[in-house]
């Protein structure tokens, strides 16, 4: 077999010939357009444009959600009488936050678990300010558990330790269990209501006015008078047939120092002299109420 070699310069003239006639490209390479074409490309299809856009965009999102601008400074709280505003501010633990990473339903778990707020709402205004609007309980009466007087509001909830002796005016329900309370533990709302009632109906309808309104676990609500004599309501059934009760003894002047109205035929007895203080019989305080 004849070999004959490749004439390589015949072979390299005719690539050169065919680069300048512009007749085809090199075999083995691809044509690439220019950088200007390339640009004019992407600029006719917007490309380019979306690209600077989406760009400035990530560049303002990084700088808003990082900007120590965007971070809540100002707490304005509103609505608050026994609270200290900074104590709520403090507790709702907004300042320095994110103001986007904000979830005000969390904000409002966090104070609700303060025992005097009843209810709240957060507003967010940007850049930096978060506005608190609270609703208080009010403390109704006070409960007297183990030598503490307890605030207590309208719902039977315990508010805190009063700080102060009471006024001349504040009810004070007197509670034998001796229990130790805190803020949030519930009082029986039956009895909160029965004692806030009685001691407006007993001055103004029977002429009565208790030097004593108590609770007891067995007893319930029982009030007792400046002569020592002890009347126990239990509960706030029937109220009204109990008053009658009452005073029905009072007019007629019967003597007496312990009277249950709690059954349907209530009962009395008069067991120490008029004036002298006594306590319920041992088998009465059993009794359910």
């Known amino acids: 077999m004849d070999y004959n070699p490749p004439n390589t310069r015949e072979r390299i003239a005719a690539r050169r010939q065919q680069r300048r006639s512009g007749t085809g490209p090199v075999p083995g390479q691809q044509a690439t357009p220019g950088a200007r074409r390339a640009l004019a490309g992407w600029l006719a299809s917007g490309r380019l444009v979306a690209l600077a856009l989406f ?23 509103e609505g608050n009488r026994a609270l200290d505003a900074d104590a709520v501010a403090e507790l709702s633990g907004l300042r ?110 029977l002429g009565f006015t208790p030097a004593q309104l108590g609770w007891d676990y067995g007893l319930g609500v029982y009030v007792r008078s400046t002569a020592g004599q002890t009347i126990v309501f239990g509960q706030s059934e029937h109220l009204q047939r109990k008053l009658a009760v009452l005073d029905v003894l009072l007019t007629d002047g019967t003597d007496f120092t312990y009277l249950d109205l709690r059954p349907s035929s209530p009962f009395y007895q008069n067991t120490a002299p008029a004036g002298q203080a006594i306590e319920p019989p041992a088998d009465a305080v059993t009794t359910a109420p």
């Open 96 to 205: 320095g936050r994110p103001i986007w990473f904000v979830r005000p339903e969390a904000v409002v778990a966090r104070l609700r678990e303060n025992a005097y707020v009843a209810s709240a709402r957060v507003e967010l205004a940007l850049p930096d300010q978060a506005r608190i609007r609270i609703v208080e309980r009010r403390p109704e009466v006070r409960w007297q558990a183990g030598g503490v007087q307890y605030l207590v509001d309208g719902s039977g909830t315990v508010l805190g330790a009063a700080q102060e002796p009471a006024e001349a005016d504040v009810l004070v329900i007197t509670d034998n269990s001796h229990l130790q309370l805190e803020p949030n533990d519930q009082i029986d709302l039956d009895a909160v209501q029965l004692a806030q009632t009685l001691a407006i109906r007993l001055p103004v309808e």
């Open 55 to 77: 760009l400035a965009a990530c560049t303002g999102l990084a700088y808003a959600l990082t900007d120590a601008r965007f971070s809540v400074q100002r707490v304005v709280v």
